[in-house]
């Protein structure tokens, strides 16, 4: 039966503000006491990506070309809508502390306090030719089986 | 324990074929009895806004920019593909017009009338400077915690 | 009571990289034993055209329009970022390839055989001019009430 207690999340998405949505309902759950999976994938692991390039072993061309393109963490994420080149998540940004809202950095601190379990998807991590040396620290490493498990306890399950 | 009639959405997307589906599912949820719940966040208050420019108070100068520049209600909204500089938006209601399909418009007052709760998310006005006055009547005003409430009671949840 | 033996997706986008997470979850879940619905709408519907031009008849000037530009199968789709005019998305096979990922024809095929229910959106086929003729074998037709009789059978329903 559906536990009410857990809730699970694809962030499949690496857009600034898919991200900071994805972490606002973590944290609100698991303020609340739910026990919360974040399963990263595709262009979400980039919110993973530690900002400092990182020296990894066995990247094909064509990995290193995506690892050099995409952004490297929270702090490179662009929106989804009024982007303007990157001005517009220093904007977004600038807003946000004057509302008093925490930044994703803040966010992604206080979910890893919180328990929240964050998980790299491996088999995108392969594509994208992520390895776990460029990645933050806590997060566990998995494929669709584990969110699947995961996903069959939670009684609220988001694709973002 | 779910209960079969009752269903969530996050609208995060402010596109307009995005809101079109999540209205089309709110709709065809309420009319098959169950209680539905709309919570709009980031882009998707957009969708709630008032076709003309409302006079507000206490707007910093970056979020009278964010105002000006994001759409003002279901009528200005855009396509996620095959915009065209607004011209795909028009082309899409000509053919749902053909195909009798009800219009956004139609299928926001079909919901209202449904009784689908409509919550618009604090935190995002907050942030995109979006004032209660800007908003269409009938809404409510929550945040994150109050979503997670009606999630927990609801057996479909889905984020669009 | 939600049943952990099922699973419905929406597919409503109808890039790449979004319908390879879909699939992948799709068959990951039917391999585990669960019955899997997908239901695709609006651009997802891309996903299921068949990669030649079919004859077609009773298409209004504007349907043609579209079903001339949008994407003819899983082989013409286009990446959410990186896209780089097509070019995105042959490098992503190539790595997929490299690292023994199956090609999105190959999950398409499998969740087939393995018997996940692929319903076709009748109103957007209706509303973007696609006829039955067009998409690939094997798949229902059916509108959101079918979805959503899906969904209260099911306990995680995600839309993509």
């Given at each position: ?5 857990k ?16 972490l606002?309902?973590a944290?609100?759950a698991?303020a609340?006491g739910d026990e ?15 900002p400092?390039?990182q ?22 994420l662009?929106l989804?809508h ?10 977004m940004?600038?807003?946000m ?6 930044s994703?950095?803040?966010l992604m601190a ?8 964050m ?12 390895k776990?040396?460029e990645l933050?620290?806590g ?16 009684n609220v399950?988001?694709?973002?």
């Open positions: 039966m559906a536990d009410t207690t809730k699970t999340m694809i962030v499949f998405s690496g857009e600034l503000d898919r991200v900071l949505a994805a606002v309902i944290n609100g698991a609340m919360v999976t974040m399963f990263f994938t595709f262009w979400g692991l980039n919110a993973l990506r530690q400092k390039k020296k990894t072993k066995g990247k094909t061309v064509l990995q290193q070309m995506f690892g050099h393109m995409m952004p490297r963490g929270p702090g490179r662009t989804s009024m982007n303007f080149g990157g001005v517009g998540p220093q904007l940004r600038q807003v502390r004057q509302q008093n809202v925490s994703i950095e803040e206080t979910a890893q306090e919180q328990g929240v379990k998980i790299a998807c491996t088999m995108s991590m392969d594509v994208m030719g992520l776990r040396e933050i620290d997060l566990e490493f998995a494929g669709v089986a584990t969110y699947l498990g995961a996903a069959d306890d939670a399950n988001l694709f973002i």
